[in-house]
């Protein structure tokens, strides 16, 4: 198989991989938050809606990870932005804590009050750039991918569709050694990851995808379901 046809069928595998997650899974990660219980045995009626801007007030076109955690309660809810947006149903009357973080940003904290239950309630965070991390210096848009490298991302793909994970690790560190920096390595790892069963390995590979190219589709999807499960 010719090196651009190999590279063309690593991008249909990748999709393939992709969308291969539980249904269930996925639509865990369309949900964007959790029901957290609330405090003193109140009727949880409130819908809380958390609107994450970027520094210029625009709707943050990231993806952020949102936690929300009631003062009285040790239980967190996580949820991450779709539309810059996140979404907690079932809330109590009291006193909660949103923070907000994401990839080459300051983590935003913000206390929230409902003295009484209500239909739907409204919170606004911004996020600012922080200056000293090593994602605010990341190249944007994917780089160009050397025939050497196409080719070791290739053999990596063909081990993972064949379930020999020991050689998709070798051509992926092949690869990596290569382009640490390149984010569709970095999102290859993740899926070796993900099906060793290394979860934290996982999301660490996803985010610094994410984190190189903003815009990675497959990496921000893959990101939202694994913070979701």
Not at 56 to 80: K, M
Not at 138 to 160: M, Q, Y
Not at 172 to 186: F, M, T
Request: glycine share 10%.
């Amino acid at each position: 198989m010719s090196t651009c046809r190999r590279y063309t069928v690593l991008l249909i595998e990748i999709l393939v991989l992709s969308l291969s997650f539980p249904a269930q899974r996925a639509k865990a990660a369309q949900r964007t938050g959790a029901q957290v219980q609330a405090g003193g045995g109140q009727s949880a009626i409130t819908r809380l809606i958390v609107n994450v801007r970027d520094e210029g007030g625009a709707s943050f076109d990231g993806l952020a990870s949102v936690t929300l955690q009631h003062l009285d309660s040790p239980v967190l809810s996580t949820g991450t932005t779709m539309g810059g947006q996140a979404i907690f149903d079932g809330l109590g009357p009291g006193e909660y804590t949103v923070t907000v973080t994401a990839p080459g940003y300051c983590t935003a904290t913000e206390r929230l009050n409902f003295t009484h239950a209500s239909e739907s309630e409204q919170a606004y965070i911004s996020l600012k750039r922080d200056s000293g991390s090593a994602t605010f210096a990341a190249a944007k848009g994917p780089p160009a991918l050397s025939p050497k490298l196409r080719k070791e991302l290739g053999k990596a793909v063909e081990a993972l569709e064949g379930n020999r994970l020991g050689d998709a690790q070798k051509h992926l560190d092949a690869a990596y050694r290569l382009a640490p920096g390149n984010p569709e390595v970095n999102y290859i790892r993740g899926l070796l990851a993900d099906r060793q069963g290394n979860l934290g390995s996982a999301q660490s590979s996803w985010e610094k995808t994410v984190s190189l190219d903003p815009k990675h589709a497959l990496g921000l999807q893959a990101l939202a379901t694994i913070l979701a499960r």
